[in-house]
């Protein structure tokens, strides 16, 4: 008997935790803090792993507010350096108060800030919470409203390391907030102005000069924009991921440019109306590291200009979008494997 109380004690004390410690890296974070309901042993050994506190996901959460200031307090939570609150519910201006008063000290490292879709958090709100987090890389508050010029003043003044920033739908920002962008985070390396529709030629303009390290830039729905502003793109050397799906004014002539952005790998060209395969063309000798590609709703390329990718970029190529491309026809699974033997996804017009 005392030997097989031995051999569980020793599974217990050693196997068990090493188990325990790779199971639980996989787990979402509401299963982690489930299981440290299950026994009293489980909870003091998940929580002697600080690797597995290092973020709070509190997302589309009710009562969001309340239970973050609740999690702060933790001392699981000491090194926290991400948090999720992306449409948390009943997260408001007075929550973010709080957590500055009573938890600035477990903040004041913190990498990642999520605020998408918090209706109720204003410039004010922007301003508090910012001031307590001076070491953040990455802010994002998609979909607010109530955010303005005021609250991109507060972020640059609070924040000098950020690097990524998601400002989608924030309608009411102006080019004011691209200049102090441009003038402060000279190594942002991800942007999205998705429908911010105040912003116009000159500030995307200060955007692109200063920011030079861009790899990720998010234009979807700013119709305005000038074709001579998309040629600019092409300062972007790094450039990764663009999506300029609704640019109507983008010609061909801008794709030549853009097509200097010889690192790009997704593309969206979706419903950019005065695109032709000359265009394409020129992307595709250009951009041979492609593997997203959207050219729904484009009615002036033709099998030219898949031809070409097919030259250039068929060893990367994964997806590609000719849906409502009418010059296009309708192609075999098979035979589109012979132009693009890596193609997962292809969608074509019916």
């Excluded at 969001?64 to 992306?86: F, T, W």
Aim: aromatic share 6%.
């Amino acid at each position: 008997m005392e030997g097989e109380e031995a051999k569980e004690l020793t599974w217990c004390r050693e196997t068990v935790p090493k188990v325990l410690r790779i199971v639980s890296t996989r787990l979402p974070q509401r299963e982690l803090v489930s299981l440290l309901l299950v026994s009293p042993w489980i909870y003091r050994t998940l929580v002697s792993y600080p690797s597995l506190w290092l973020t709070i996901d509190f997302q589309e959460r009710s009562n969001a507010g309340s239970c973050l200031i609740v999690a702060l307090s933790l001392p699981r939570y000491q090194h926290v350096k991400q948090i999720n609150l992306e449409f948390a519910q009943d997260m408001e201006e007075k929550n973010l108060e709080l957590i500055k008063s009573k938890c600035s000290d477990t903040i004041q490292n913190l990498e990642s800030l999520n605020l998408n879709g918090c209706q109720k958090i204003s410039d004010k709100g922007i301003e508090v919470i910012t001031s307590a987090c001076p070491k953040l890389k990455v802010f994002s508050i998609y979909w607010n409203v109530r955010a303005t010029d005021g609250g991109i003043r507060s972020l640059v003044k609070n924040c000098k390391h950020v690097v990524d920033l998601n400002l989608s739908g924030c309608k009411n920002i102006s080019d004011k907030s691209l200049q102090l962008v441009a003038e402060h985070y000279p190594e942002l390396e991800f942007l999205n102005l998705t429908r911010c529709v105040k912003l116009t030629d000159p500030g995307l303009r200060q955007i692109l000069r200063s920011c030079s390290t861009l790899q990720s830039l998010n234009l979807y729905a700013l119709s305005s924009l000038s074709d001579d502003t998309y040629k600019s793109i092409s300062l972007l050397s790094h450039l990764k991921f663009l999506d300029l799906c609704g640019a109507q004014n983008l010609s061909d002539e801008g794709l030549f440019s853009i097509a200097k952005c010889h690192s790009l790998v997704s593309l969206n060209l979706t419903w950019c109306i005065r695109v032709t395969d000359a265009g394409v063309i020129a992307i595709a000798e250009g951009c041979n590291s492609l593997n997203f590609l959207s050219l729904f709703g484009i009615v002036g390329v033709s099998d030219k200009c898949l031809e070409a990718l097919s030259r250039s970029c068929s060893d990367k190529l994964t997806t590609l979008d000719v849906n409502g491309c009418i010059g296009i026809k309708k192609r075999r699974r098979t035979d589109l494997l012979q132009l693009f033997p890596h193609l997962k996804c292809f969608k074509v017009h019916s």
